[in-house]
C-alpha cells in the first residue's frame, strides 16, 4: 500500500536529531513518538515508516504506541480543533444536534480534519463546563449553551481568521 507523503524533509531532519538522541535509551521511543507528533503534527503511516527505520523498532510496535496513547493522531490536525463535548449533560441538552450541524458547516464526519487543513473536528468527554451544556472547545476557547443555529456564525468566524 502506498504511503502518502505529506511530512516535509526538514521536518524528518528535525526528526533524526531526536532519533539520534533516544535512540539508544531504554524507553526512548515514547520521548521519540512526542517529539516527532510535535514536529509532524501527527504520527501518520509515513512517520511510523520512518521511525521504524531509524529505530530497527518494528513498525507493528510503533502503531501500537501510537494507537495506544491518546495524545498522538494519525492525521495531521487542522489549524483550529473544534472539539465538542458529549457528555451526558451536553447530550442530554441537544449536542447531538450541534454535531451535526457542525459536519453539515464542515462537510466532514467527526473524528476528521477538512481537506484545507483549516479544522479537525472531534467529540470529547465533559470538559469540565456542564453548567453551560452544550459546550465545546475551540482551540483553547469555550462556547457554550450552544444550538444548531449559532454554529454557522462561529464557523464563519473562524475561517476569517484562517
Ligand atoms: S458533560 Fe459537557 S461539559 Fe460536562
Redo the contacts with the bound molecule.
Sequence with gaps: MAIANSIRKEQFDRLDGVIAEWKDVPGGLLPIMQHAQEICGCVNEQVQHYVSEKTGTPVSVIYGVATFYSQFTLQPRGKHTIGL?L????YVRGSQLVLEELEKQLGIAVGTTTPDGLFTLEATR?????G????MMINEEVYGRLTPEQIPAIVEKYRKIG
Design positions: 463535548c457528555g451526558t449533560a451536553c465533559c470538559i469540565g463546563c456542564c453551560l451544556a452544550p459546550a
